[in-house]
């Protein structure tokens, strides 16, 4: 199990939260999405087959791509 913090500049309101939670939950491996808007951080743990690449790559598909 791998957990990761993004900071994601564009989060800037719930509905951000709830997309950012709900898209890259669909990835498989992924096993939580904890996004905030207080501190515009998204916390993911994650197992094989996912990849930080790959959930990457999600967060700027949805135009929230990650800072770090
Ligand atoms: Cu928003």
Known sequence: MTTVTYSIPNISCGHCVHTIQ?????L?????VVAS???KQATITFDAPATEEQI?????S???PAAN
């Not at 709900?22 to 669909?26: C, D, M, P, R, T």
């Not at 990457?56 to 700027?60: D, E, M, N, P, S």
Request: aromatic fraction near 4%; hydrophobic fraction near 50%; proline fraction near 0%.
């Open 22 to 26: 709900s898209e890259v939950a669909e």
């Open 62 to 64: 949805i135009n929230y």
């Open 37 to 39: 808007l207080d501190t």
């Open 28 to 32: 498989a491996g992924v096993q939580t």
């Open 56 to 60: 990457k790559a999600v967060l700027a």
